[in-house]
Structures are given as structure tokens and as C-alpha cells.
């Protein structure tokens, strides 16, 4: 019996994903601050994370839930380190360890008139193992999942900074 077949190539597909927002809260510098200062705090704002879990102090690893369809699906993990200054009132965290992504960015606070302007930064790239001809496509989804997770997250943010 003679068959031809494509084998599908299965290649890593590198993402990048990049985001910097700013805006603003009627909240004091001081609740905004506590809330992005303490992680598990501010991830629990995070939509669709599976598992944030403290590796060291201020080391963690983040597993988020499977997403994409029944047949293609992909889960993003990834480590980092933060740190923080609470007279200058930023946050940061830097990729380490494994997993199949790694990101680096920053929360930075300025208190004004009517709150705190906080500035956001994410940069970093997923890395998914998945056939050539996907690779368009699935770095719409990807990078659209992103943005839907991180509008939803400051949208949970605002709430509660509100509520402080």
C-alpha cells in the first residue's frame, strides 16, 4: 500500500507580546501601591490564572489555564522575580527559571490631584510548540488573548482600587 503523507512540521513559534498602558485612579498612591506590592494579591486581579505558586521570597511561577481549542491547546508557565520600592512606589519583575514564556515589565505610581497615574509595562515572548502552518493564526490568537486578559485584569484592578 502506498501512502503519501504531509507530516505536519512541528516548529517552536515565538510570540512576542508587548504592552505598556497608562491610567489613572481616584485611589490614594498608598492603597494602589499595597494592592500591586503584594503578588498574590494583585494576580488574584489576573483572569484565567490556574496556579500562582511561591517558589522563594518574592520568586514565583505562574501556570495559567489551557487555552486555544478541543484539539490545539497550549498552557503558558513562567517564573519570575520581583521587586519593589515603597518610597518610589514601583513594582518589577524579571523572568527566571523555566517554562514557556518570559516576560519583564514594571508598575510605576504617581500621585496627583485626584489619586494616582499608574503607568504599566509587560514585554516578553510565549513560546509554543506548534505546526508551521498555524503560525499566523495562532499569533492572532495569542497576542488577542493577551490583551482581552490584561484589559480584564486593570478592569479588576480599578474595582478595587476603588474599593480601598
Given at each position: 500500500m502506498d501512502r503519501t503523507c504531509k507530516e505536519e512540521v512541528v516548529v517552536s513559534l515565538i510570540i512576542p507580546i508587548s504592552v505598556v498602558r497608562d491610567f489613572e485612579s481616584r485611589a490614594s498612591i498608598d492603597s494602589v501601591y499595597r494592592i500591586l506590592a503584594d503578588i498574590p494579591t494583585s494576580v488574584r486581579h489576573f483572569p484565567k490564572v490556574?496556579?500562582?505558586?511561591?517558589?522563594?521570597?518574592?520568586?514565583?511561577?505562574?501556570?495559567?489555564?489551557?487555552?486555544?481549542?478541543?484539539?490545539?491547546?497550549?498552557q503558558i508557565q513562567y517564573q519570575s522575580v520581583y521587586r519593589?520600592?515603597?518610597?518610589?512606589?514601583?513594582?518589577?519583575?524579571e523572568p527566571i527559571g523555566e517554562g514557556n514564556a518570559s516576560f519583564r515589565g514594571c508598575w510605576e505610581l504617581q500621585a496627583t490631584d485626584n489619586g494616582t497615574r499608574i503607568h504599566f509595562e509587560n514585554e516578553g515572548h510565549v513560546e509554543l510548540p506548534f505546526p508551521r502552518v498555524t503560525r499566523r493564526l495562532l499569533s492572532?490568537?495569542?497576542?488577542?488573548?493577551?490583551?482581552?486578559?490584561l484589559e480584564e485584569y486593570i478592569a479588576n484592578l480599578q474595582r478595587s482600587f476603588s474599593n480601598s
Open positions: 490556574e496556579e500562582l505558586m511561591e517558589l522563594d521570597t518574592d520568586r514565583y511561577r505562574w501556570r495559567m489555564e489551557k487555552m486555544g481549542s478541543k484539539n490545539r491547546f497550549f519593589r520600592n515603597s518610597e518610589e512606589k514601583w513594582v518589577r519583575w492572532t490568537f495569542v497576542e488577542r488573548q493577551f490583551e482581552q486578559l
